[in-house]
């Protein structure tokens, strides 16, 4: 069983940054692979970033490529998703996952654990 809280989201302005934190306990965390999703209202949860199985690798949706950067902490089992130049269509609640295997990071159904979301407000 793994445990994942989130934290950091907020009310920002456009152009703003906020990074948004994933603790992570329970089982090693080593073993699992994070990834970040987001669900606007009335709107379906879709793909923010992931890290994949190889290396460092990484993911991002197009719509966030070049202005979020996902990272971890190791030692602290905490992954960060650092958001900059946010747009109002970021608004969003935030959730990380967590799976135990699967190639596709930015499926959601490969994802066993989730925690509980943090909302993201981006004012115009």
């Known amino acids: 069983q793994v445990q994942l809280v989130e934290s950091g989201g907020g009310l920002v302005q456009a152009g703003g940054s906020l990074r948004l934190s994933c603790a992570a306990s329970?089982?090693?965390?080593?073993?699992?692979?994070v990834g970040w999703f987001r669900q606007a209202p009335g709107k379906e949860r879709e793909f923010v970033a992931a890290?994949?199985?190889?290396?460092?690798?990484?993911y991002y949706a197009d719509s966030v490529k070049g202005r979020f950067t996902i990272s971890r902490d190791n030692v602290k089992n905490t992954v960060y998703l650092q958001m900059n130049s946010l747009k109002p269509e970021d608004t969003a609640v935030y959730y990380c996952?967590?799976?135990?295997?699967?190639?596709?990071?930015?499926?959601?159904?490969?994802?066993?654990?989730w925690g509980q979301g943090t909302q993201v407000t981006v004012s115009s």
């Open positions: 996952a967590a799976r135990r295997s699967g190639v596709r990071p930015s499926d959601s159904n490969e994802y066993d654990y």
């Open positions: 890290f994949g199985w190889i290396g460092a690798s990484t």
């Open positions: 329970g089982r090693t965390f080593s073993n699992f692979r």
